[in-house]
């Protein structure tokens, strides 16, 4: 077993921790506090060929693999969650569905300009009475011979408004169940079709999240993606490869609040040494690069099942359970070593633990993640 990086790798993980240094660092308290998405850092991050990272080079993506994501994601997410869940939504939901299940014509429509990073992508599933129990879909996609008509409200979309194509997940035969739902390419713009209010939320401040609201919308036949009635297994293959980006953003959350806590208890002192003389904080800092390294081995073990075609819907959903629950643990600790500072906005950990926070609930929360794993360890 070979657990090092290969210099394609390393040379990823140093350009993602360069461009988080250097691109994402600055004024990212202002953002957060002002809630401003990173339009300026995305356009970049798309430049650079990270919105589009496993898309194959003929749809305008950088070809690479399930690990290089991570990496980068990790690396990322240790200074800016807010930007990096819009790499990992881009990436993971969108430009992977439309690759995995799209027609060349929505390949050549709209992943192109998804994976160069022209345009951002959002994936429309929550609905203010679905959002765990997924299958109860209010939203419905009218089938009118050429077209369908969707009618509906989505809720706590990520790109909300700032996207310029959106998967919505609607049912079409209510008789039919999980069944009976289709996936639909809808542009912005399109009559009928609403960008709600902004929320404003604890965490990832800077992303954008909206409710969507669908009135009357006229999607063509063409934009729909896959097979009639493959709109909710759509969803779930796509949610599992997402599960393992957001557990590589948890993991990147709960590292940044870590080495910010160690650079701290060389530097602070009381009782007349640093505090990491102190075994208090000495074991904090023990435990936490302990659940960091166990985290990252979970999500590196889901990403190279994905990458060798592997099931990976056990092992993502492991990866993002057990990281999610460490970014939490790991900087709740981050803001007690620094103590008074912690609760100050200048020491960045306060808002790590805010950020921490989202990567329990968002694609699934740890209770759904449970579900998953505990349904295919008891079918063994
Ligand atoms: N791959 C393929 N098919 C799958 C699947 C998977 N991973 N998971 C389920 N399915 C299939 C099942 O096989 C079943 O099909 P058949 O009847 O043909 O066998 C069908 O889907 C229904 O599955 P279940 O009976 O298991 O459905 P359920 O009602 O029990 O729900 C669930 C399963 C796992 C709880 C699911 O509802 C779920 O994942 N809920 C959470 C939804 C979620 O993650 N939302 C996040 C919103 S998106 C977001 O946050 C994006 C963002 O902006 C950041």
Redesign the pocket.
Known sequence: MDFSLSEEQLMIQQAARDFAQNELLPGVIERDDEQRFPAEQIKKLGELGFLGMMVDSQYNGSGMDTMSYVIAMEELSKVDASSS?VV??NNS?VCYGLETYGTEEQKQKYLKRLASGEIIG??C??EPEA?????SQKTTAIDKGDHYLINGTKN????GGTAEVYLVIAQTDKSKG??GINALIVEKGTPGFDIGPKENKLGIRGSDTHTLLFNDVKVPKENRIGEDGFG??F???T??G?RIG?AAQALGIAAGAYELALKYSKERKAFGTEISNHQAIAFKLADMHTQIQAARHLVYKAAWDKDQGNNY?LSGAMAKLYASQVAMETSVEAVQIHGGNGFVKDYHVERLMRDAKITQI????SE?QK??IS?SVLKD
Do not use: P, Q
Request: glycine letters at 8%.
């Open positions: 869940v990992s939504v939901l959002a994936f599933l929550s959002g765990s129990d997924a299958t706590w979309i990520t790109n999980h069944k909710f297994k969803a779930m293959k949610l599992s997402g957001i819907d968002y694609e699934g929360t759904i579900i998953v349904r």
